[in-house]
């Protein structure tokens, strides 16, 4: 049993390497990865796992930081942007946001490049209908939905060539 | 989020146990897609959760000789969605699953803790009502089982004492010849209104058949005075489906929230019982 105010030991890799941090139960995993490991790509937006800015992959999978506690990823490997921006095979991914300026404010492209990445991973030519729906929530209010399909396609695109 | 001491059972045993002891002080912790957002606001609060993953007896999906599904505690709405056994068997189960709220969600979100938290705007309890599906609950004092029906019995409210814990939802594939459609609508991102039907034909006439509807009432509900009227009448006549609808729109429990008037969702479900009776009668025809 852990305390209130007693801290876990979270052992994790995040973006390539392994780091070991002490959180309380009731600590997000957002504010793990914002104030203890200076990650600041994932946003705390609408907070309730509906608008998808703080969108992070655990163990490859999408989920929303601003809800799942720090202390699940005990063992796992978690993926930030910081990590796709470092990542020079994610360039394909990143560079067809820019070039199609599927960016407007930004706030939202952290999490719509890993939603993105995610989608690719498990199914690499996804039609407009399935990148659609995947990516149904994650939330742009800048309305670049056109774009972000755009360069996604152009992302499944460029893999296929390259 | 207020802090709360976090306990970590390894069996199902030492999990009701540790539930017992902390009573209403405790609360179950599956994926936390909907107790850690009323935590969060201050709506709920606890000293101590208790956090079902990590028993392994209650892990993942499975499908049974009998021809049974077994969904366990631990089970995401993802991992149901992409099990090879629910895609196999129970196609619409697979579907609806892939529909609830989004990717991030469905990776955390466990299927039973949905049922648990009895959140009305929500479609697994409404689907699993469909298929007379039930649960197994483990408490310090024994095992039993109970339909969804009995199961939950209100806006987040279920029949469960403080120390039960729901292991498993057991789905009990449709009987041959019977086809089910499950509808839902909404603009927000939880579900407006769903409506399951499953039926079965012989001769031109309905045979068997099962309305569901969640959502629009404070709790999923079987709409039996609508299958009445729709049992031995016949399925190419336009009428009889419009009259099931009239019947479940008028008997539903509809209320009034941020997702409409009562008024407004009769009239979705005197629309959609009729949709989702067409789409399941074509779903036996091919």
């Known amino acids: 049993m852990v305390q ?4 876990i030991t979270v052992a994790f890799n995040v973006n390539g390497g392994d780091v070991e941090i002490g959180v309380t139960p009731e600590t997000a995993l957002v504010d793990m990865l914002r104030d203890g490991l200076l990650l600041k790509g994932a946003k705390r937006s609408c907070d309730m796992q509906v608008c998808g800015a703080c969108t992070v992959l655990v163990d490859g999978l999408p989920v929303s930081a601003c809800t799942v506690p720090a202390f699940e990823v005990r063992g796992k490997s978690v993926t930030t942007i910081e990590g796709i921006a470092a990542d020079d095979r994610m ?16 706030f939202c492209t952290p999490g719509m490049v890993l939603a993105a990445k995610s989608l690719l991973d498990c199914n ?4 407009e209908a399935e990148i659609k729906d995947y990516m149904r929530g994650n939330i742009c209010r800048c309305t670049g939905y056109k774009k972000i399909v755009e360069a996604i396609q152009e992302a499944a695109r460029k893999a296929l060539q390259g | ?21 902390l009573g209403d002080d405790g609360k179950l912790y599956a994926g936390g897609t909907e107790l850690l957002l009323a935590m969060k606001t201050g709506l709920l609060q606890y000293d ?76 697994p309890g409404a689907l699993l009502l469909l298929y007379e599906a039930e649960v197994d609950i483990a ?66 006439k309905f045979v068997d058949i099962r309305l569901t509807l969640g959502s629009a009432p404070p709790k999923p509900t079987r709409m039996r ?38 008024e407004y969702k009769r009239h979705l479900v005197q629309v959609f019982v009729q949709r989702a009776l067409t789409e399941a009668v074509e779903r036996g025809v091919k």
Do not use: W
């Open chain 2, 139 to 204: 408490s310090p004092s024994g095992t039993r089982s109970a339909s969804v029906e009995e199961l939950v019995v209100g806006p987040y409210e279920t029949s469960l004492a403080g120390d039960e814990l729901v292991t498993r939802v057991r789905v009990p594939l449709l009987p041959n010849g019977m086809r089910g459609a499950y509808l839902k609508f909404g603009y927000h991102h939880r579900p407006t209104l769903g409506v399951g039907a499953a039926v079965s034909v012989t001769d031109g």
């Open chain 1, 4 to 7: 209130a105010n007693e801290k």
């Open chain 2, 48 to 123: 101590g959760l208790v956090n079902v993953k990590t028993v392994p007896e209650l892990e993942g999906v499975s499908f049974s000789n009998s021809g049974t599904l077994n969904i366990g505690a631990r089970a995401t709405h993802s991992t149901v969605e992409h099990s090879a056994d629910v895609i196999a068997h129970a196609p619409l189960i697979a579907s609806v699953e892939h529909r609830v709220a989004n990717v991030r969600v469905r990776n955390v979100g466990t299927v039973v803790g949905n049922l648990c938290f009895a959140e009305p705007h929500s479609d």
């Open chain 1, 124 to 127: 690499p030519h996804p039609s």
């Open chain 1, 91 to 106: 360039a394909g991914l990143t560079d067809a946001f820019i070039d199609n300026a599927a960016i407007q404010c930004g």
């Open chain 2, 225 to 262: 005075d609508a299958e009445a009227v729709l049992r031995g009448a016949a399925v190419d006549d336009p009428a009889v489906a419009i009259e099931a609808g009239r019947i479940a729109a008028e008997g539903c429990d509809a209320i009034d929230d941020l997702h409409g008037s009562a």
């Open chain 2, 1 to 21: 989020m207020r802090p709360f001491r976090l306990y970590e059972p390894t069996t199902i045993k030492e999990t009701v146990a540790r539930l017992s002891e």
